[in-house]
């Protein structure tokens, strides 16, 4: 009996295998017309977010990527954007403020930096921070290094500001 079944087993599979009349493979339609990409893809580093935050800042990790903040000077004035783990997009987190501590040549200062909300960002919550103070900027183009502790969702973040872009095209 088990030799029958084992016989009978062996049989089916040899029948109702593939063949190549069984695979079919589609080719897409070759053109002559160019692709066309309407943005180009971001660039991304190893950890598979982007190398720049959404408006073209300098990326600071929170919490091993739980989220992060995009930060933004050498204009005069500094924006700091708190966006989600991937980078991408906003978080709006109850703060009336954040503060930055800076060292710079031996000298170590905080600058506050007033909630400034977006228009996506709900009531009572602000995803941007910024300043005018000429100071704290400058010190960001110096080279300045420190950190910023925010709340979000009730957990406290430390992120670790350093001076990140390369110097061409900079006077420094």
Not at 82 to 93: C, E, F, H, R, Y
Not at 140 to 163: R, Y
Request: glycine share 10%.
């Amino acid at each position: 009996m088990k030799t029958h079944l084992l016989t009978l087993a062996l049989a089916c599979t040899t029948f109702v295998g593939c063949s190549e009349k069984d695979v079919q493979v589609s080719e897409a339609p070759e053109s002559s017309e160019p692709i066309v990409m309407d943005e180009l893809p971001p660039m991304m580093d190893m950890g598979g977010h982007p190398e720049h935050g959404p408006h073209g800042g300098e990326l600071v990790e929170l919490g091993k990527e739980a989220f992060h903040i995009e930060m933004m000077h050498g204009t005069g004035a500094v924006a700091l954007y708190v966006l989600d783990g991937s980078a991408t997009k906003s978080v709006a987190i109850e703060a009336q403020k954040l503060t930055v501590s800076l060292k710079h040549d031996g000298e170590v200062k905080s600058f506050e930096l007033p909630a400034d909300p977006q228009a996506e960002d709900e009531s009572g919550k602000s995803s941007r921070f910024t300043s005018t103070s000429a100071e704290m900027d400058q010190w960001m183009e110096a080279g300045a290094e420190g950190a910023v502790i925010l709340q979000i969702n009730g957990k406290s973040f430390t992120g670790k500001i350093s001076h990140d872009h390369d110097h061409e095209g900079h006077d420094h």
